[in-house]
């Protein structure tokens, strides 16, 4: 590691450690991922300078929004997350559950732990740059992937006047599971997150009953947004073909 970069994440961990609670920042990040877990909990993959994931994330995210208060949803290995980020100012939320839950469970148990009115929710296995969060304020809205840099697989949305209409996979445009909730939106999430019922529900499915039940999203996108998804071995290989900075 680079004596920069290493006075550069020394200052991340010494600059935050009085957030307000303005914004909170809920991070997944308990699950296994079966496709990767030998490599552990993915969240701890090193990506730049020795960095991880989460670390990235924690230093983007800070940076764009210095006064977010941020709750780190852990589940498996979660002592190893705890003790990577011992020195961070976040707050750890555990899914005793998450190997029989999926990720809106562990989500939902980050926002019911929230006491602030706008939660942006963020993917513990996701890379991305600073233009990704950029502009999320405001009503609830999503990032929306149009420039092909998720997975085929991954899921779509449909988007109609700036407005999500519908989340569903076998769609081009592509949800950037990143998202921001407040008002109505985050009132319905909070509502159906935590449930026996919807247990098994993947975050979009969660999206899709706030759409259902009368609210409303917005979509934003941009040229120079970067997101990379880790999902299985290969795509590490992606991380490779990028200068990945915390700029």
Request: include cysteine; aromatic fraction near 8%; proline fraction near 2%.
């Amino acid at each position: 590691m680079s004596n920069t970069a290493s006075r550069n994440i020394t200052c991340t961990k010494n600059r935050f450690k009085k957030n307000s609670e303005e914004m909170s920042i809920v991070i997944p990040a308990a699950g296994m991922g079966h496709r990767m877990k030998s490599y552990g909990p993915k969240a701890l993959i090193a990506v730049n300078n020795n960095f991880t994931i989460i670390e990235r994330q924690l230093h983007l995210l800070w940076s764009e929004y210095p006064k977010a208060e941020i709750f780190v949803v852990v589940g498996f290995e979660a002592e190893k997350i705890r003790k990577h980020l011992k020195e961070y100012p976040v707050r750890f939320i555990n899914n005793p559950i998450h190997e029989q839950t999926n990720v809106l469970y562990s989500i939902g148990l980050g926002v019911q732990a929230t006491i602030s009115s706008e939660v942006m929710i963020v993917y513990g296995d996701l890379i991305f740059n600073e233009h990704a969060i950029k502009n999320m304020r405001g009503s609830s809205r999503i990032l929306i992937d149009e420039n092909g840099l998720l997975r085929k697989n991954e899921v779509g949305v449909v988007v109609q006047n700036g407005k999500v209409t519908n989340f569903s996979f076998g769609l081009d445009v592509k949800w950037g599971q990143i998202a921001y909730l407040t008002g109505k939106e985050l009132e319905l999430f909070k509502s159906i997150s935590v449930k026996n019922e919807t247990s098994q529900w993947l975050g979009y499915e969660g999206m899709n009953y706030i759409l259902e039940n009368g609210g409303e999203i917005e979509s934003i996108t941009g040229k120079n947004i970067e997101l990379i998804e880790i999902d299985v071995a290969k795509d590490l290989e992606k991380i490779t073909k990028k200068r990945l900075t915390f700029n």
